[in-house]
Every structure is written in C-alpha cells, then in structure tokens.
C-alpha cells in the first residue's frame, strides 16, 4: 500500500509524502467514489511549512500511521469491549497532495480533499502535519455549513490565536484568528483546554475576550478538575451548534508524554488524561471533523509521540462508537 494513485500525487511528490502502513491496517482509499458508505475517512496533511519553531511534523502522519504495527493495538476499548473500527466504517484516504514550500497551496489541497469526504457523507479526520491545517478545515466547515453552524473544541498548550508570527500572516500560530478574521469561525463558538505556557500574552487574550473565546488553561484544571472543565467544554460547545471540530495539538500533552513536537511546554495533560478526556468529548457530542497534529517524528527517538497520537485517533473513534451505538464509556 506504498502507492496513492493518480489523485493525491502528481508528478514527483515529496519523498515525506506517501503512506507505508494504512491508519489501524483499515482499507485504502484514493477516489472519491470508495468512499460512499463510509463514517470516516483518514486523511494524511504532511506539511509543515506554518511551523514557527522545531520542524519536522511533515513526517508526522507516517509515524502515526505507523505507530499501530499489526493493526490491532488499541482495541477494543477496555472499559466496554467496544471495538471503534467494528462499530463503524473507517477507511484511510492517503495524503492530501502537498506543494512544499507553498503553504496557501497545501491548503487548498488541503481543502479539496476535506471537500470530497464531506461530500461523501463522511467525517474526515485528519492526521498532521502542522496545526495551519486548522484553517482550511475551518474555511471548509463554514463554507459546508455556516459559520455559526459549528463549534470549535481545541486542546492545545497554545490559542494559535496571534495575528501574526515573524510577520507571517498564516502559520501555526495564528488559524483561528485568521479564521474569525476571515469570517469562517465565531468566536463564541470555539472553547480551548489546556493552554498553559508564556504565550499568548495579554494583548492575544483581550482579542479572544472580545472575540467571545472560552478557554481553560492548565491551572484551572488543577484548581477544578478535569471533569468539571470538560462539563463547561462539552455544554459550551453543545449549546453554540449542532456539530463539533475537535482539534488536538499533542503538545496539550505534557512533554513527559510527547516529547516529539515542535513547540514543546512543560506542565501539560497527561496520556491518560487526555484519551480518556476525547472520549468522553467524542461520546457527548457529534463531531463533523477532527484532527490530530504537531508529531515531529525527529524529536521522538522512542515513538511515544507517534504512539500516543494514533491512540487519541482511536479513543475519538470509540467515543464516536459509543454515541452511535449507546454504549458506557466508564
């Protein structure tokens, strides 16, 4: 399964481009008609041209992939011996084609193939790559659906709210502030967890306050409780819209458990943590889109970056198996 077909590759694609291994062994597909049937589409995003600090996340959805050698680990959910990839249709469509060193390109790439698993009826969810791939799934979303027809949950160590970084306009660090910006999100309708850190500073947070932003930082969740935040999260984000984008930066992670990302900060969730907190967010809410990026391969000598990330891809997978077939996530 080495190759992607005439649809994702033209040409002579980048050497980081190209899958070795299918997500959890599920069955490869290149054009949109395979995907009639299907409840979600795996998608690769290799690009890291928005990274502002370490590189290397363009390798990061062959790691991931790669990180469940024998398709099976992971499965089925302890708890409830729910098996995600059971439950519901799950296939991989390859990589988005990619234009290095031409970010707006790789996004609207980016955003055709998101198009065609919509289209399909599916939910794509994407494996990154850099977290700019926020904005043309953004773009997506409120052109599919209206801007206020979605809410945003996001873990991250950061708001990527800036308005800019090094002068740059759209990076890593800036989606959801473009996005309002453009138009394509309200700011009521996104809430963040986990930001902790030295940035964003004062002048970002009096933007997302005016925004109407919602966050929960670090500290909070260790004054609250983690389940007490995620009441707020799931009630805020059930009250904006119908449907969710669920987007997770691994450096929500403290680096203990994810040390292969680009902008690392001490202080984060921990892996257990956080899977068990995407499961409960998955099973509570209907999501249209999710993703799970910033694992840079070259940062993460043991794998557990890698690791930890395919099994938030498939601790979503049992949340949404849960919801569909009414089981108990514990």
Not at 33 to 58: H, I, K, M, Q, Y
Not at 66 to 86: C, I, N, V
Not at 219 to 240: C, K, N, P, Q, Y
Not at 279 to 307: H, K, M, N, Q, W
Request: proline share 7%.
């Amino acid at each position: 399964m080495s190759t992607q077909g005439e649809r994702l590759v033209r040409g002579h694609p980048p050497g980081y481009t190209g899958i070795g291994t299918t997500f959890a062994g599920q069955r490869l597909v290149l054009e949109p008609a395979g995907l009639e049937g299907v409840d979600v589409a795996v998608l690769g995003a290799p690009f890291d041209d928005g990274t502002s600090n370490r590189p290397g996340a363009r390798f990061g959805p062959r790691a991931i992939r790669a990180a469940d050698d024998d398709g099976r680990s992971g499965r089925p959910h302890m708890g409830t011996g729910l098996d995600p990839l059971s439950a519901l249709t799950v296939v991989d469509y390859g990589d988005a084609e990619v234009a290095p060193g031409d970010l707006p390109r790789s996004h609207e790439l980016l955003a055709r193939a998101l198009g065609e698993v919509l289209d399909a009826g599916a939910m794509p969810f994407v494996l990154g790559g850099d977290h700019s791939l926020a904005l043309p799934t953004l773009r997506t979303l409120s052109e599919r659906f209206g801007p206020d027809g979605y809410a945003v949950v996001h873990f991250d160590t950061h708001a990527d709210t800036a308005a800019e970084l090094y002068g740059v306009r759209v990076s890593h660090g800036t989606p959801f502030r473009v996005a309002v910006e453009e138009g394509h999100l309200l700011g009521g309708n996104i809430v963040q967890v986990g930001l902790r850190g030295t940035w964003p500073g004062p002048e970002e947070f009096d933007w997302m306050r005016a925004q109407g932003f919602r966050w929960h930082t670090m500290d909070e969740i260790g004054e609250r409780g983690l389940d007490r935040v995620l009441d707020d999260t799931v009630a805020h984000a059930r009250g904006r819209a119908d449907r969710v984008y669920l987007t997770i930066d691994i450096d929500v992670l403290d680096p203990a458990f994810a040390p292969g990302t680009g902008t690392p900060e001490p202080g984060g969730l921990t892996t257990r943590e956080l899977r068990g907190a995407l499961r409960r967010v998955a099973g509570e809410l209907d999501l249209c889109a999710a993703d799970v990026v910033e694992v840079c391969p070259p940062f993460d000598p043991s794998g557990i970056t890698a690791l930890a990330a395919e099994r938030v891809v498939i601790d979503v997978l049992t949340g949404m198996a849960a919801r569909r077939t009414g089981a108990k996530l514990g």
